[in-house]
């Protein structure tokens, strides 16, 4: 049943044999409010990258470059050789559904199913019925949620909505997975089932860069570890640890 999904996650070629790089970005708001202070690094196909630091150390509005929500002030951020920022507003949505995105609050439909949350997101790229019919049974399987299909997220534990959000994100096939604190909303052992799961798809072929500020979690990832001090990148590791 997954093996559907585990063929599709497939990496185009990129000039600069990065999926994502950041040249030299700053986003300065005003002469007090400085976000990010000329940052560079890269994240590779296939890699699970942690981004951490406390809270106002510039991972969110990181993440909000990338998905060309704000503009740097200078540098340049690429998706696939792609400058996000020169892109046309038509070939925007086009990209942002190649970068399947989690948040900490879920974003659900309320007055939708489970199914009709991730269905919904297959019928807005143009997808058909017959495709959203096959596709988001399969999806629901992965996630461990095939039994709560007609569920409404008010129906829903925190670990449950957050699978769904799970699932919308990759019904699409995409290429990464931003997740911004996906578990800030979860008591520990939903968090950790979480953070199972995105291991499980980084391991299916997809790119993972996860944000947050949850000391255990990271430490025990095991996986490259990028950290943020008040908009700049102090530490780079391959395998590390949430030190701060």
Do not use: C
């Amino acid at each position: 049943m997954l093996g559907v999904f585990r063929v599709s996650f497939s990496l185009p070629f990129n000039k600069f044999l990065h999926m994502i790089y950041f040249e030299n970005v700053s986003k300065i708001y005003n002469a007090i409010s400085v976000a990010l202070e000329n940052i560079t690094f890269s994240v590779e196909p296939k890699e699970f990258v942690s981004l951490v630091g406390q809270s106002g150390a510039g991972k969110t509005t990181l993440i909000k470059l990338l998905l060309a929500e704000e503009y740097p002030t200078e540098g340049s951020v690429f998706f696939e050789s792609l400058d996000v920022h020169r892109l046309l507003s038509e070939e925007l949505p086009m990209v942002r559904r190649r970068m399947g995105t989690i948040f900490q609050d879920f974003k659900l439909l309320p007055a939708k199913t489970a199914y009709e949350n991730i269905a919904f997101a297959m019928e807005a790229s143009g997808r058909t019925n017959e495709e959203i019919a096959s596709d988001v049974p399969q999806i629901l399987e992965l996630v461990g949620l095939s039994d709560k299909a007609d569920n409404f997220p008010h129906e829903l534990s925190g670990g449950e909505k957050q699978r769904v959000s799970i699932a919308r994100a990759l019904i699409n096939r995409p290429d990464v997975i931003i997740a911004d604190e996906p578990t800030g909303n979860l008591d520990p052992l939903n968090a950790w089932e979480i953070v199972r799961l995105l291991g499980k798809i980084n391991d299916l072929g997809t790119t993972v860069l996860l944000a947050t500020h949850d000391k255990d979690v990271i430490n025990a990832i095991g996986k490259r570890v990028v950290t943020m001090e008040k908009g700049k990148i102090i530490r780079d590791e391959k395998k590390g640890r949430y030190v701060l």
